[in-house]
T-cell receptor
Framework: EAQVTQNPRYLITVTGKKLTVTCSQN?????MSWYRQDPGLGLRQIYY???????DKGDVPEGYKVSRKEKRNFPLILESPSPNQTSLYFC???????????FGQGTRLTVV | SQQGEEDPQALSIQEGENATMNCSYK?????LQWYRQNSGRGLVHLIL?????REKHSGRLRVTLDTSKKSSSLLITASRAADTASYFC?????????????FGPGTRLSVLP
């Protein structure tokens, strides 16, 4: 079954404690991206990657890092989380630009 | 750089009625897509319309695109309680090779039984 898998689904952490949210897709898609969703703001793109070892900033990259060492994986790293990063995070993949996106089930992160 | 803006922000209708949501965007696009999100879950793709298309149908969904007005509409006919969700439009800007596949803030649709 074609899918994008994020882990964990829920995470509560403390300010400053590094964390990684994993994202994996089984569709051999080249394009992957991370979004955060906040009430009233819709989805805002954090980072995207057009292929292995190719990543670039989206609209709200501050406080986040990503890597794309393999085509299927695109982890999101928060080196020093802060409460303003409390949000619902989504990973998405696309075969290429201008096609439909497939989304993971989301990771609800709370930073206290 | 928010590209898509849905309107209205919230819509409440009775089962069986039609629901219409609108999306406006700012720059030239390659295509426009509509997605549905059930509460707190991942987005699901509904339909894609390319810039050279004016109308597209998929089951009870009808999407129109007016590139001169930079707007699109999503019509859901004969709505059901299961259609209750948030609906988002997203655009791929022309000559934008991957950057900013941009979503609007969404329309929250409630279909009352």
């Amino acid at each position: 079954e074609a899918q994008v898998t994020q882990n964990p689904r829920y995470l509560i952490t403390v300010t400053g404690k590094k964390l990684t949210v994993t994202c994996s897709q089984n569709m051999n898609h080249e394009y992957m991206s991370w979004y955060r969703q906040d009430p009233g703001l819709g989805l805002r793109q954090i980072y995207y990657s057009m292929n292995v070892e190719v990543t670039d900033k989206g609209d709200v990259p501050e406080g986040y890092k990503v890597s794309r060492k393999e085509k299927r994986n695109f982890p999101l790293i928060l080196e020093s989380p802060s409460p303003n990063q409390t949000s619902l995070y989504f990973c998405a993949s696309r075969d290429r630009v201008a096609t439909e996106a497939f989304f993971g089930q989301g990771t609800r992160l709370t930073v206290v | 750089s928010q590209q898509g803006e849905e309107d209205p922000q919230a819509l409440s209708i009775q089962e069986g009625e039609n629901a219409t949501m609108n999306c406006s965007y700012k720059t030239s696009i390659n295509n426009l897509q509509w997605y549905r999100q059930n509460s707190g879950r991942g987005l699901v793709h509904l339909i894609l319309i390319r810039s050279n298309e004016r109308e597209k149908h998929s089951g009870r969904l009808r999407v129109t695109l007016d590139t001169s007005k930079k707007s699109s509409s999503l019509l859901i006919t004969a709505s059901r309680a299961a259609d209750t969700a948030s609906y988002f439009c997203a655009t791929d800007a022309k000559d934008n090779y991957g950057q900013n596949f941009v979503f609007g803030p969404g329309t929250r649709l409630s279909v009352l039984p």
